[in-house]
């Protein structure tokens, strides 16, 4: 290890380690509760983007009017708090990260700092990208999906000859005028049941997203290699659709996109591991330290112990 690597001078005793900690977590806490009251303020126009894409495929499925509702006198206001939170804690996150950073830091070597710091970064990155991708893709399908087993509009140009080349307004001049008969089925969709799909498919895209961030950071500790991730690639299918049939929706639209969109990251990460391996034994080699008949470092008295 040469002197570029020493650990930052740290004699600090446990006491004054608890109170940086307690320090930072007052910090982080701090900048979690001042986004969650911002986030409250502007709550109602976030709940209305949430709502977004099953407001378009309702009016896609022939509801000019679409309309959610709720059955309780609290519900709503608990609904605004629930996006808050996540909302506080999504908009806080780089603080809390930066005050973690800040209370690892010091314990770590210099080389360690600058292999975790992109890492810290890539995080949130990837997160924002999965949820951008359930938002943006996945929830508008999975709403037109479930969406279309009540669809008025099919089921009436089925049972009405003729309505099927009509435009809307006729055929909802004619639904209006159609023999009562039956039962009539149609969607009275709750706020907080919707908003809790759209954010189950956000945190479940959002977290598996994390996937290349997780295999790199273990292939630089050593526990994971390029070789053997490639070898378990048929194991990683199947854990990866038993994921993708935990955490969304039961639809099989939405855990086949789930599954390949994870399933190429899981490929990226063979990748990365595999570069940091060539840049690993190219160190080495300089160093004298490589191992050419065993494909590995060298044997030295100190890996030795």
């Not at 446990?14 to 806490?29: D, F, G, K, Q, S």
């Not at 279309?148 to 099927?164: K, M, N, Q, W």
């Not at 945190?203 to 630089?220: I, S, Y």
């Amino acid at each position: 290890m040469s002197a570029k690597d020493d650990i930052e001078d740290s004699s600090a005793p446990l006491v004054e380690h608890l109170a940086e900690l307690r320090n930072r977590l007052i910090y982080a806490v701090s900048a979690f509760l001042v986004a969650m009251i911002l986030c409250f303020v502007v709550a109602e126009p976030i709940l209305d983007f949430m709502l977004g894409p099953i407001e378009r495929a309702m009016r896609e499925l022939g509801n000019p009017n679409p309309v959610m509702q709720y059955t309780a006198p609290q519900e709503y206001f608990f609904v605004l708090v629930h996006i808050s939170v996540v909302a506080g804690l999504m908009v806080s996150f780089p603080v809390i990260a930066y005050q973690l950073w800040r209370f690892v830091a010091p314990g770590l070597y210099r080389s360690e700092k600058a292999a975790f710091l992109p890492f810290l970064i890539a995080s949130p990155v990837l997160f924002l990208t999965g949820a951008a991708f359930a938002h943006y893709v996945v929830t508008p399908i999975a709403m037109t999906f479930f969406l279309g087993f009540a669809d008025t509009y099919s089921v009436v140009t089925a049972l009405i000859p003729g309505l099927a080349d009509a435009p809307v307004g006729e055929v909802v001049e004619a639904t209006v005028a159609a023999p009562s008969e039956g039962i009539e089925i149609v969607f009275q969709g709750k706020v907080n049941e919707t908003l809790d799909i759209s954010l189950k498919l956000i945190l479940a895209f959002g977290l598996c997203f994390q996937l290349p961030v997780l295999l790199t950071l273990m292939g630089k500790a050593g526990l994971a290699t390029s070789a053997g991730l490639a070898n378990m690639r048929r194991y990683a299918i199947v854990v990866i659709l038993i994921v993708a049939a935990l955490v969304t929706p039961p639809d099989v639209m939405s855990q086949l996109i789930l599954f390949f969109a994870v399933y190429p990251l899981y490929e990226v990460s063979i990748f990365l591991i595999r570069r940091i391996e060539k840049r690993r034994e190219a160190e080495l080699r300089a160093e004298g330290l490589w191992d050419d008949e065993t494909d590995g470092p060298a044997e030295t008295p100190e890996n030795k112990a």
